[in-house]
């Protein structure tokens, strides 16, 4: 239990990181309008986790580049916009550079690649950063550090048979040093997850397989927080899973649960909308 | 081979603590040493390459030597995108060795038979592509690509390869070894294939005819050098491999040769066809005519049909 000093900072922070939140969201608009790139509903239902991670005292990074054993995150691949504004915001690069996003010449290319700073792997080609993040937490443990290692996979792409090979080893090997996030909002680029091709029962599923698995609102930072803290060494033989229940496009009423949004370019009349709507979430 | 595979590993994880040892559900012979002595650097992953693969770079960006062994056909075919993504587009020191070379795996049938690997794999930037012609000269091949820290594919047979070392020979990316001295003809091997190509060279010479035969264990980087100055001595070759020839071993000699000269050229291997015949090692090499009978007729056509003007 939280005592009352707790609760009051806890709720300052998190009222902190919706600021943080509405500014990183602001900044990707920003971005999509002046490159025209980018997939600004992928990232806007994950922007509460991101910034959880990254400024909600969860990832043991700082100061970045000069901490020894850190943790580490591998993203889900289609949020750049998000990513690289919250890396950017956390101090990896300079934020100007997020106006050369996927234009030529640039190091920030639409889908992540482990040549920008503090992206760890190339997980554009979906169901991928699952078993990169098996052998990050694999070397943790080889090494004897207490650093965890975050992964984060859209829902769409648990329909990739290589994520069911990650879980399991993720379970077989007792990788307790591993959280993965699911970014559950529903949605794929031809239309909903359930009826494009439906994962059955999650939650079930993956505890099944062996998982703690945790059922959260992905946007609320007082469930966020506390799910994604998990305790360094321990011994439990559950690996975390957090199903995190996310709205594509949350933050601006316009994109929400937008169908046939996936990727796509806002026209100008759009972009007015949007941004005129955005809102604290 | 497999078992050499083994015995050196284990050597080399003695040595070196950054080595990790990935298995994809393989009948080791001990995998219990290896659990015992390293209970941290060994993991199998069982029949999942796609996530082994994506693991093991993982271990790599993490500082980590993977050593990734699995049936060759699962690592270049099922897990291709694996390799091409996270090992070769971040160029991460992961060496996957492949086993079930050509037709090793000889009655399991087309499935487990590695007759294309050679053509997929090539073509992947930043991956070496090594074959040992037999279990002597697997010990240098693997030293060296884990020396090398950057993606390595070793194709390697499976069991009762002929051994054509006395000693293990030195390995040298890139460089390809002159097994045998000659002056009519070029024999191009890659993999322990060379046996059959050394036994049809020692009843030629009976007859007169010389062949060189070069082993071709760097197949990418290639030695293009020697092959060019064989070639332009002899005038004539032949590429054999337990492989298909488009995009194996003849397209990387072709590839070597383009605007170097007029030769006599000629291509043994599976021509665009699946392996489809069972049987054992020796049946399935003479069912698609990769013989030492075969070897020896070939080049016997091709040295009178030269002659006679026929080419």
């Known amino acids: ?281 | 081979m497999k078992k050499k595979f083994e015995q050196t590993v284990f050597n080399i994880m003695e040595e070196n603590d950054k080595v990790v040892l990935i298995t994809t559900d393989n009948d080791f012979l001990n995998y219990q040493a290896f659990l015992d002595e390293f209970p941290k650097r060994c993991y199998d992953f069982g029949i999942a390459e796609c996530n082994a693969l994506g693991a093991a770079a993982g271990l790599a960006k993490e500082g980590f030597s993977p050593i990734v062994y699995g049936v060759g056909a699962f690592i270049a075919y099922r897990a291709f995108e694996f390799l091409r993504c996270n090992t070769c587009m971040q160029n991460l020191g992961v060496v996957f060795v492949g086993f079930g070379a050509g037709f090793k795996i000889n009655n399991f049938g087309a499935t487990h038979h590695s007759t294309e690997d050679i053509s997929v794999l090539r073509a992947l930037p930043n991956l070496s592509l090594f074959a040992p012609a037999s279990v002597n000269e697997l010990p240098p091949v693997l030293k060296a690509s884990l020396a090398l820290k950057t993606p390595v594919y070793i194709r390697i047979g499976k069991c009762f390869e002929t051994e054509i070392y006395d000693d293990e020979p030195e390995f040298i990316p890139q460089k390809s070894k002159i097994y045998l001295e000659g002056s009519d003809i070029t024999l191009l091997t890659t993999g322990n294939i060379i046996a059959e190509a050394i036994k049809a060279a020692n009843k030629l010479k009976k007859e007169g005819i010389n062949a060189e035969i070069i082993n071709v264990s760097s197949l990418k980087p290639v030695d293009k050098k020697t092959i060019i100055e064989s070639v332009q001595k002899t005038k004539r070759l032949l590429t054999i491999e337990e492989h298909q020839i488009q995009g194996g071993l003849a397209s990387i000699v072709s590839d070597c040769l383009a605007g170097k000269g007029c030769f006599l050229f000629e291509k043994m291997g599976l021509n665009n066809e699946f392996a489809n015949e069972f049987g054992w090692y020796k049946d399935i090499i003479d069912t698609y005519k990769l013989n030492e009978e075969c070897i020896y007729n070939k080049v016997k056509q091709m040295i009178l049909g030269d002659k006679n003007g026929k080419f």
């Open chain 1, 1 to 281: 239990m939280l005592g009352f000093c707790d609760r009051l900072k806890e709720k300052y922070m998190n009222k902190e990181l919706q600021k943080i939140a509405f500014d990183i969201r602001k900044k990707i608009l920003e971005i999509n309008k002046a490159t025209n790139e980018g997939h600004i509903t992928s990232s806007f239902s994950c922007v509460e986790l991101l910034c959880a991670l990254y400024f909600g005292n969860v990832l043991n990074i700082y100061p970045i580049s000069k901490i020894k054993n850190p943790d580490k995150f591998i993203a889900k691949g289609h949020s750049t916009l998000a990513l690289y504004s919250v890396l950017a915001k956390a101090g990896y690069f300079m934020e100007d550079e997020l106006f050369s996003f996927a234009k030529k010449g640039t190091r920030l290319g639409g889908l992540a690649t482990s040549t920008v700073p503090g992206v760890e792997a190339h997980t554009g080609s979906l169901g991928h950063g699952l078993s990169f993040g098996v052998g990050v937490a694999l070397s943790q443990r080889i090494k004897n550090t207490n650093a965890i290692t975050y992964v984060m996979t859209g829902d769409g792409e648990c329909q990739e048979g290589s994520i069911w090979e990650a879980a399991h080893s993720i379970v077989q090997f007792k990788l307790n040093n591993l959280v993965w996030i699911i970014d559950k909002n529903n949605l794929q680029v031809s239309g909903y997850v359930d009826k494009v091709m439906s994962l059955g029962n999650l939650n079930k599923r993956l505890e099944a397989i062996g998982f703690d698995c945790v059922e959260i609102d992905g946007h609320n930072y007082s469930q966020i927080i506390p799910a994604l803290k998990i305790e360094r060494g321990s011994n439990s033989n559950k690996p975390r899973v957090i199903i995190a229940n996310t709205i594509k496009g949350k933050g601006s009423k316009y994109l929400e649960n937008r169908l046939n949004y996936h990727g796509k370019k806002p026209s100008k009349d759009e972009m007015e909308i949007i941004i005129n709507e955005l809102r604290m979430v």
